[in-house]
Structures are given as C-alpha cells and as structure tokens.
C-alpha cells in the first residue's frame, strides 16, 4: 500500500532516500587509513574513491531528473537503487585500488538517483513554502546518516576490516529498495513524452541558466557543498594522523560535529513557517561564513586541537542544515513542469563543486589542518557572497514566480 502525500511515514521515507549518500561516504569514511595500507597507495589515490564518487554523482543526476520527468519517479529510482547494491557488492569485491575507484563511481551513480528524485518528488507533491519545510524534516531524517555511519563505520573498521562497511552499505541499499518498491508510489501527474529528447533536454538546461532565480540559488547550494566536500575529503586523515585520535573514537568526533546539522534542520522546520523561505536562507548563509573564517583562523595560527575542529564545523553543519533546503527549493519552485531536470542540474553543480574542492584538498594536504580548513572558509564566504549579492537583488515577486 503506497504511503499519503501528507504522511509521516512517507517524510521518514523520503529522508531515509536522501540519507544514501551519507550512508555510502561516511561508513567507509573511517576505512580510508586502512584502504590505503591495503592496497599499499598514498592518500590522492584513496581520496579517488571519493572524488570520483563525487563526479560519477553528479553525472548520475544529469540523467536521473529528465528520465523520471518522461518515465516517472518510481522506476527510475527503483533502477537507480538496483545499481546502487550491485556496485556496492563490487566494493566488496575489489581486489585493486582502481577496481574500488571503478565500483565508488559506479555506486555513487547509481545512489545519486534517491536524493535528486525524492527532492523532486517533494516539487511534485508541495508547493515553495512547503516544500521547503519538507525538506527540512526530511533533513532531521538525513541528519541522522551523518551521525551514524561514522560511529557504525568506527566499530566495523575496528572489529573487522574495511570491506564490513561495504557490506553494511549494501544491506542498507537492499532495505531501501524494498520499501520504494512497496510503499512508495508516483508522484508524477503528468509526464513529459519529450523530456529527453536531446534539443529539448539542451533546451531545458540553457533556460534553467538564463533563470537568475535558479542560477542565484544554485550557486548557493554549490558553493555550501563545495564546504563539505572540503570538510568530507580530509576529516578522517585530520582525526586519524593529525589529532591522533583512535579509529574507536573516530564515530563519536564525526557525529559530534553532525549534531550540529541534524539541530540545524530542526531548526529550519520550525522557523522556516515564521520566518520564510529567505530570510532563514540569509541566516544560514552568514552562520557558514563566520564557521569557515573561525576554522581558518583557529587552523593557520597553530592552534591545533579536537575542540578547534569540532567548534566550528558544528556550526558550518548548523548553518548548511538551515540553507540547504531552501536554497533548493527556490531553485526549483519556478519549474514545476520540469521539477525533475532541475533537481538534476542543481544536484550536478553541488556534486561537482564538492568532487573540485575535495580534490584540492587531496592535493593541498600537509600534514596539519590548514587545507580542510582554508577550503571551508572559502567555500563559506562564497556562499555568504552569492546570497547576499545576487539572491537578495532578484525582487521577490520573480523569486515566486512560475515559469511558462
């Protein structure tokens, strides 16, 4: 029996989609060490796995919206969610380096369809102010992958070895594919028999970037993600070698600073109906400038302790819980009739942007936490800029306003 559209259950289920990503990256977070000894590479060779992860989403997403505006939400994602579990058994199986590199992107491919169809499921189904409180609730649901995978991750790593995160990955792949094939139904009213049509689909893409509504509040999203993805890249290489903290512990140093954007998104649920979509977005948006420039500050001095990394993070993660969902949905509430290729689009940018960053901090790391706190900060302030110089100056009446 399919779930209402204003059921509970159907919001748990809908954050549980978008808790994927979480769940595939920060399981196997506290493995990287260990991946590394095991195939005997250095550190940008293991950073691979998650930035090739990162691209092979953001390809991924590129097809998932206009597929499901022509065939609909549900088989797509159900199609999505199958080559998720392959390519998470293709971890586990990985007798090489680039035989998991191959198999991250593959898996990131194929999970990448829950979040982007369950954002646009939302599009379907709610309205701007709505929607955003949606996916704010829906938030405290994917707040709790943070928290979790890294301590479930901790505790698999230290009993076991790297490939048990992987198989609790696959496991949790099964179990939702199972519940969107049984209890979740189509969101759809009317598809689109020309979405993918390759003039229309170029089409649909260059009108949604000539939309400075989209592009302000894209740029937003991408440039919050571009935080994590920094923050992502070199957390585990941070806590682990420099922090010397025990891989036991690791879990609870991670979900510490997850807490911060599990209380961000229960924030924004209740204030998101008082406030508005924009100005809980001006709010966020600030938080995360102040939280990189603290992290940085604290990072370039010396002043090297769990409490400078925790501190700040907490409150980047707070601040990007708040900005998120409605950055999002005022990207997408001008495009109703094409929900599905606009989530694909923003989807792409953030991905994208995280795999860049993630990389630069590879590349930058020395040692010390200067190159996942310099990329934090401005990713943060980036964000802030975006906001406050081309979100505020569009007029709210075409913020609102629905596209033909």
């Not at 920060?26 to 493995?31: A, E, H, M």
């Not at 999970?111 to 949606?134: F, G, K, N, Q, T």
């Amino acid at each position: 029996m399919f779930l209402h559209r204003d059921s509970r259950l159907l919001i748990v289920l809908m954050g549980a989609l978008t808790t994927v990503g979480p769940f595939t990256t920060d399981t196997y977070l506290p493995s990287m060490p260990a991946i590394r000894e095991h195939f005997e590479v250095d550190m940008a060779s293991v950073q691979l796995t998650l930035s090739l992860a990162f691209f092979g989403g953001a390809i991924g997403q590129l097809f998932y919206g206009p597929l499901s505006d022509r065939f609909g939400r549900r088989p797509v994602l159900l199609g999505g969610l199958a080559l998720y579990v392959g390519a998470s058994l293709g971890c586990i199986l990985a007798q090489t380096i680039d035989q998991l590199i191959v198999a991250r992107f593959l898996q990131s491919f194929g999970s990448i369809a829950a979040p982007v169809l369950a954002r646009a499921m939302v599009r379907d189904l709610h309205e701007r102010e709505a929607a955003a409180r949606v996916l704010s609730l829906m938030g405290i649901v994917l707040g709790l992958g943070p928290i979790l995978a890294p301590i479930i991750g901790g505790i698999l790593q230290a009993n076991y070895d790297w490939h048990a995160s992987f198989v609790f990955i696959t496991a949790y792949g099964v179990v939702l594919l199972t519940c969107v094939a049984f209890f979740l139904g189509e969101s759809v009213r009317a598809k689109d028999t020309e979405a993918i049509q390759p003039i229309r689909l170029l089409e649909t893409f260059v009108a949604l970037t000539r939309s400075r509504v989209f592009v302000g509040y894209a740029l937003v999203n991408c440039f919050l993600f571009g935080g994590l993805g920094a923050y992502l890249s070199g957390v585990s290489f941070v806590i682990v070698e420099v922090l010397e903290i025990p891989m036991q512990y690791f879990g609870l140093v991670f979900g510490a600073i997850m807490l911060g954007n599990i209380s961000g998104y229960a924030l924004a649920g209740r204030i998101v109906p008082r406030l508005g979509l924009d100005r809980t977005l001006e709010y966020g948006t600030r938080g995360v400038a102040v939280a990189g420039i603290l992290l940085a500050g604290f990072a370039f001095s010396g002043v090297v302790h769990v409490a400078t990394l925790v501190l700040p993070m907490m409150l980047y993660m707070c601040s990007l819980a708040l900005s998120a969902p409605q950055a999002i949905a005022g990207a997408l509430t001008p495009f109703p009739r094409t929900a599905g290729a606009a989530s694909s689009l923003v989807g792409f940018c953030q991905s994208t942007t995280s795999a860049l960053v993630g990389m630069g901090v590879a590349i930058a790391f020395d040692g010390t936490p200067r190159a996942l706190a310099g990329f934090v900060c401005v990713m943060g302030v980036l964000t802030f800029l975006a906001h406050r110089f081309i979100v505020r100056r569009i007029p709210e009446d075409e913020r609102r306003r629905v596209a033909a």
